[in-house]
Structure formats: structure tokens, C-alpha cells
């Protein structure tokens, strides 16, 4: 991560990581055969901790409201690929390229949408195109959030814009907004 953060993906090679490692070529071949087999590792090691993220928010019993629970969410996915260092944006955008690492947590998360009550979901079970639409808006918002960079809104921005198309999506009634102290 730390010659990803210094040098870019391009100047990441395996006699580098080897040499930052302290380990012999030889060595890293016997783990990773190539630059490619790194970058996977690193993101599926990034993949699976926001998916214990997103679930534990998903299923944490303490949170007691709909609206709390769709910020949690949504607060868990923001954090993984919000405002994170350059090679946790690398590392991100690799882990979208088409490999599927996100298709356990969104059918994970689909299946949940589609399964839970008041109790552990949002607003109770929704149909297998609702819960669908729903998990895939959100790998879009994270696709968009790693691609935009700099151009996109603040994460802040994109977290309330998130809960409030949710909220929308489920029939609930938006919380008031706090008034701002002048």
C-alpha cells in the first residue's frame, strides 16, 4: 500500500514490493506470481472489510430507526471509498473492474432486503427487483465516488444524498433537517 500510495499502479512492480518487503523476488513469486495477483490480494482485502462493514451495519441490533440504519449503510460504504488515501482509490478502483468481488455483498445484501423485517432491515421485505435496483444504485454511487475524484461532491454531500434516496425509495418520511445556526 505504501508504494501504491507513493508511485501509482503503473510504477508498482513486483521486484518493488520484494525490496520494500525485505523478501527475495523468489520469495513473492511463491505468493504472488505477478503485479496482478498483489493487486487482487489488496482488493479483496479492501472488499471484504467494507462488506463486514455494510453487514454489521445491516444487522446491528442497537440501531434502533430506519433512518439510522440506512445512514449506517450508507456511512459504511462511504467510508471505503470515500475520502481515503490515493492507494485506497487505487486499490478501490481496481476491485470494480469487472471482477465480481462486489457480487457476494450485493447478494448478500439483496437476499437481506428481500428476507428481514422492521427488526434487522429498513421497512421489511421488498421484492427481488426493488432489493435488485436498490444494491446496484448503490455500487454505481461507489463506482461514481472513486471515479469522479476531485469533480464529485463532498462525501459528506454524497452520504446525504444517499439516505435521502433511499429514505425515498422505501415510502419513508425524511427526518426534519436541522437548522442551521447562523
Not at 520469495?27 to 462493514?53: C, G, N, W
Not at 473492474?97 to 439483496?110: D, Q, V
Not at 427488526?119 to 454511487?141: K, M, N, R, Y
Request: hydrophobic content about 50%.
Amino acid at each position: 500500500m505504501r508504494l501504491l500510495e507513493q508511485q501509482g499502479v503503473e510504477q508498482l512492480t513486483t521486484n518493488a514490493v520484494a525490496a520494500a518487503a525485505g523478501v527475495s523476488i523468489g520469495t513473492l513469486y511463491q505468493y504472488f506470481p505477478h503485479k496482478q495477483a498483489i493487486l487482487d490480494a489488496l482488493a479483496d482485502r479492501e472488499v471484504a472489510a467494507m462488506s463486514a462493514r455494510v453487514m454489521a451495519a445491516m444487522e446491528d441490533p442497537d440501531i434502533a430507526t430506519p433512518h439510522q440504519r440506512i445512514a449506517a449503510v450508507v456511512g459504511a460504504v462511504a467510508e471505503s471509498y470515500g475520502q481515503r488515501h490515493r492507494a485506497h482509490r487505487l486499490v478501490a478502483t481496481h476491485s470494480l473492474r469487472g471482477s465480481g468481488r462486489l457480487a457476494p455483498l450485493l447478494s448478500r445484501l439483496m437476499a437481506f432486503l428481500a428476507t428481514e423485517g422492521p427488526a434487522g432491515g429498513v421497512t421489511g421485505p421488498i421484492d427481488s427487483a426493488d432489493a435488485f435496483v436498490l444494491t446496484h444504485a448503490f455500487a454505481g454511487v461507489l463506482r461514481a465516488m472513486i471515479g469522479e475524484g476531485a469533480d464529485a461532491p463532498r462525501q459528506k454531500e454524497i452520504e446525504e444524498s444517499l439516505v435521502r434516496l433511499v429514505i425515498s425509495f422505501f415510502g419513508l418520511r425524511a427526518l426534519p433537517q436541522p437548522v442551521s445556526q447562523a
